[in-house]
């Protein structure tokens, strides 16, 4: 069984700082793209960030560049998305994501609040 529990959300003030963790296990991690999505109320999930399963390869959403970074250690079969600089309308539920044999995976989020 796929399992990706997200945690290391909370509640931050603007300009703050936050690093989430992904741990993942019933499949093979080192051979899996990771992604992190978010989905805040009343609005559509939207794709954060994602890596290549050697961590080679990153992509962004335009929002976040320049501002987070994905990482990932294949040892500790962990993907982490470090977020600097918080804006309050960075409030979402985050997610991590896999597609591993043709099925997307979907597990237990984190909720991020920023807020004075």
């Known amino acids: 069984q796929v399992r990706l529990v997200a945690s290391g959300g909370g509640l931050v003030g603007p300009g703050g700082s936050l690093r989430l963790s992904c741990a993942a296990s019933g499949f093979t991690f080192s051979s899996a793209t990771m992604n992190w999505y978010r989905q805040a109320p009343g609005k559509e999930r939207e794709r954060v960030a994602g890596?290549?399963?050697?961590?080679?390869?990153?992509d962004y959403a335009d929002s976040v560049k320049g501002r987070f970074t994905i990482s990932r250690d294949n040892a500790k079969n962990t993907v982490y998305l470090q977020m600097n600089s918080l804006k309050p309308d960075n409030t979402a539920e985050y997610y991590c994501n896999t597609r591993v044999y043709g099925v997307e995976n979907w597990g237990k989020g984190t909720l991020v609040t920023v807020s004075s």
């Open positions: 890596i290549s399963p050697a961590g080679i390869i990153t």
